[in-house]
């Protein structure tokens, strides 16, 4: 397996975890932690072995935002020029589910990592914001987009343009987090959750998620024409004929992710 520096990769049954490592920086996502985690997430995502991805930081911080310190001193024509964070709309592609899992900070670019995720499990200790707007910008990496989409404009604007912190029983009435588990019991609820979520059908996750994504970028006809398109194509799979032989015949299936 590649060896990386900003993260940790490691395997457990058909769940791949991503954990971000640069304590020393709050894991704040500087160019080669965005590369690596980009490296790793998309050869996970091609690997037949695995059926979901958990992305997860320290309990003080699962990422405290791009690295301001990186990025400082850069002109406009230079940021435009490096395409500085052109590589996180790869992250973004990864057709598998993606579960981030957030204890601590999620600020800037760490709150917009985990809204790139599909399902966010946070800790109760889970601090969301956009302070970008204190520092003279604004969230760079899909935050203002995937914001507003969850709570809608006012709310969106309220937190864009404060840059207040939220916390995670906050997120979870804004319906921005999953769910929100005590610290204690995070790393359980992460692996049941994350083993039920893999051990389904490969393709019809895959599915699932395609259509979920489609409903981000069309109007309902063209969504309901996306989602039908999805769930027909999956009866030519081996898995839906398991799993319905498995229904009938009142066993679990046995899904062999083809
Ligand atoms: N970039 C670079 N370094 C960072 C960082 C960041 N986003 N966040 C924290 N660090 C570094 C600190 O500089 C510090 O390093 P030094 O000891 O070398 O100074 C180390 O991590 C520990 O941080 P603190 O001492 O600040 O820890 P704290 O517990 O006192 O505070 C915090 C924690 C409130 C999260 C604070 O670190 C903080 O405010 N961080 C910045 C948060 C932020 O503004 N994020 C948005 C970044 S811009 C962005 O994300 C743009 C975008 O849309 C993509």
Same mark, same amino acid.
């Given at each position: ?32 932690? /965005? ?172 599915? &699932? ?23 027909? &194509? ?9 799993? /319905? ?14």
């Amino acid at each position: 397996m590649t060896e990386y520096e900003t993260i940790r990769v490691e395997r457990r049954g058909r769940v791949a975890w991503i954990t971000l490592d640069r304590p020393e920086a709050l894991n704040a996502l500087n160019a080669q932690l /965005m590369h690596e985690l980009v490296d790793a997430a998309t050869s996970l995502d091609a690997d037949d072995a695995i059926g979901a991805i958990v992305v997860t930081g320290s309990e003080k911080a699962f990422a405290a935002g791009a690295d301001i310190k990186e990025m400082a001193s850069k002109t406009t024509a230079e940021m435009r020029d490096a395409n500085h964070f052109g590589p996180w709309l790869e992250f973004a592609r990864v057709k598998k589910p993606v579960i981030a899992v957030v204890s601590g900070y999620a600020l800037g670019g760490g709150f917009e990592l985990a809204l790139m995720c599909d399902v966010i499990l946070a800790s109760d200790s889970a601090t969301f914001g956009f302070p970008e707007i204190g520092l003279g910008v604004i969230p760079g990496i899909g935050g203002t987009q995937r914001i507003l989409r969850i709570v809608g404009y006012p709310k969106a604007a309220e937190l864009v343009l404060t840059g207040r912190r939220i916390d995670a029983a906050e997120a979870e009435r804004q319906g921005i987090v999953s769910r929100v588990v005590p610290a204690a019991e995070l790393l359980t609820q992460t692996e049941e959750l994350a083993a039920a979520i893999a051990n389904k059908s490969l393709p019809a996750l895959v599915a &699932a998620k395609a259509a979920l994504d489609g409903a981000l970028e069309t109007g309902l006809e063209a969504g309901l024409a996306l989602e039908a398109e999805q769930f027909t &194509a999956l009866f030519d799979t081996a898995d839906q004929k398991e799993g /319905m032989a498995a229904f009938r015949e009142k066993r679990e299936p046995d899904f062999t992710h083809r």
